[in-house]
């Protein structure tokens, strides 16, 4: 359960709980009168499993044989190309502005406060981007080479597959406010992210399955440290029981310093997608904040029984994973944009 604190701090919840349940409610009026959702304007319908077909037919050999050789150097690789896509997705829509560079002009993305000092992979990208680039120059948009490594990323640490429908193009800018608004930070609760990820045409369900990808990759101290010490207002606390856990992590982040100190956020099969992470959850030993609210409830919302059957059925959390990258990569930028020859910089 989250913690509530003192009597302002509960104040503050429940005046955020209000307001909440007014958008939700909104919402609800806005399906019902055949309106259509914030994200649902945005039109993902040039995607499509055969867009390169002709142009690219090697796209996915090409992505593959350059996943394969940076997973088998380091598996850390698949958890960096999934998070990069996430982060891109969730800005714009999956428009591959995350990768580009700052320039005399403009802040990129990469300085937002869930980018700076954590988001890692971009000269994969650009050895991936290279090989595309030389087999059909122009042709193959940064942003559905991100769609399509994030899911040969997954697979290749046995992780389900899916489709991936391409013909996205490359946004011509970033956007640092939206990255430091929109992006889920290791900190917030299960209202908060309920809500962000509904802003982005993602349901509850879609929140529980993509935070599972947490089963592969690391978090920096700076992003546990609040919940170990139990520094933040709202962080859950850490399962009595789990003290040796606890320790263990004390140890890697002290109270002071190390904040690039890194530990695996599934504590047990941390190089392997599957789904020994929602164990974790239930134990009360999720690493972030944000993660041990996936086993929580608030003012009526709760997604531990989401998390229960994800722990039971290994093969219900893999078809819904699926389904929800699907659906998140389908987040499409209705300015439209180009097909970037380098994924840094936008075309000259």
Known sequence: MLRMGRASATAGVLRFVRAFALCVATACLLLAAGMPSPVAAQDPSKLSLQYYSKTCPNVEHVVRTEMECAVRA??????????????????QGCDGSVLLDDTATMIGEKQ????????????????????????????VSCADLLAIAARDAVVLVGGPYWDVPVGRLDSKKASLDLANSDIPTAQQGLLTLIAKFWEKGL??????????????????????????????????????SSEAY?????????????????????????????????????KGEGLLNSDQAMW????????????????????????QFS???????????????????TCRFVNT
């Not at 935070?211 to 962080?235: K, L």
């Not at 929580?296 to 029984?305: E, N």
């Not at 929800?324 to 097909?339: F, Q, R, W, Y």
């Open 74 to 91: 380091d598996t850390r690789n698949a958890a960096l190309m999934l998070r990069l896509h996430f982060h891109d997705c969730f800005v």
């Open 112 to 139: 937002a406060e869930q980018n700076v000092n954590s988001l890692k992979g971009f000269d994969l990208v650009d050895k991936i981007k290279e090989k595309l680039e030389a087999e059909c120059p122009g042709t």
């Open 203 to 240: 349901d509850a369900t879609d929140m529980v399955a993509l935070v599972g990808s947490h089963t592969i990759g690391f978090a920096r101290c700076e992003n546990f440290r609040d919940r170990i010490y139990g520094d933040f207002e709202m962080t859950s606390k850490y399962n009595p």
């Open 246 to 282: 606890l320790s263990k992590l004390k140890e890697v982040c002290p109270r002071d310093g190390g904040d690039d100190n890194i530990s695996a956020m599934d504590s047990h099969t941390s190089d392997v997608f599957d789904n020994a992470y929602f164990e974790t959850l239930i």
């Open 296 to 319: 929580s409830s608030i003012a009526g919302y709760s997604t531990s029984d989401t998390v229960n059957k994800y722990w039971a059925d290994p093969e219900a959390f893999f078809k």
């Open 323 to 341: 389904d929800s990258m699907v659906k998140m990569g389908n987040i499409t930028n209705p300015a439209g944009g180009e097909v970037r020859k």
